[in-house]
């Protein structure tokens, strides 16, 4: 989906405000060349405070790019052409369910998911430069500086019965304890799923189908 774009992409200077394994390796296998900037931003929003998961996710991956963009275009130095920042958990029940705090939650989690269809969702923010900016030099004249485009995108995942003993090994494994949702599908963890629905990308953390679409239509506005 890209192809049309990929020589624009090539010449530009990207920035990843991730330091996540997944989407480096997602990214790097469309075929995008960028730098790492990890974002600082504590990831401590209250979940009681949003209507749903997703605009859960979808402010904590704009809290997270935003820290990053703030940092760059704080400095005199000319911006990067594009920032990609995302933030991606799982949904069941209408809990939001992120990363296992411990063996003990990890298996928690993974049982909980047992004979159920879970649900992922990703929330990605791109960060453009505004051409037509006024430089100040308050926070907010730092934001006037860019433009974000959001979007996101849900895949549906069956897992079948999981036996006691399947849960205690695979999590005793130590795959699990980094992973969105207790588990890694591109991993062990694909042997638990049982189908999904939606792009398997996206349950690796970045969706990178929608990306493609969505990055179409943005480069599309600007040229």
């Known amino acids: 989906m890209l192809m049309p774009i990929m020589k624009t992409l090539e010449a530009q200077k990207i920035v990843l ?13 469309i075929g995008l060349k960028f730098d790492i900037i990890k974002s600082n931003f504590e990831e401590n929003l209250n979940k009681v405070d ?12 704009k809290q997270k790019t935003l820290e990053v963009a703030r940092r760059i275009y704080s400095k005199p130095v000319s911006p990067p052409d594009l ?9 069941l029940d209408g809990d939001i369910i992120e990363k296992p705090s411990s063996v003990e939650h990890a298996c928690q989690m993974l049982s909980r998911y047992s004979n159920r269809t ?27 500086k860019f433009k974000l485009h959001t979007f996101h995108d849900t895949t549906e995942v069956v897992m079948p019965d999981l ?23 591109q991993g062990l963890g694909c042997t638990l799923v049982e189908s999904i629905k939606g792009d398997y990308f996206n349950i690796m953390g970045f969706p990178a189908h929608k990306f493609a679409i969505e990055l179409l239509k943005l480069y599309s506005k600007q040229n």
């Open 17 to 29: 405000a991730s330091s996540s394994p997944r989407r480096k390796e997602i990214l790097e296998k």
């Open 50 to 61: 949003f209507s749903s998961p997703l605009e859960y996710v979808k402010e904590t991956a």
């Open 83 to 91: 920032i990609i920042g995302a933030d991606t958990i799982v949904t």
């Open 118 to 144: 879970h649900t992922v969702i990703t929330g990605v923010i791109l960060v453009t430069p505004n051409k037509n900016a006024i430089q100040e030099s308050s926070e907010t004249g730092i934001d006037c």
């Open 163 to 185: 036996p006691t003993n399947v849960i205690q090994h695979y999590v005793e494994s130590g795959e699990p304890m980094d992973k969105a949702g207790g588990y890694g599908i």
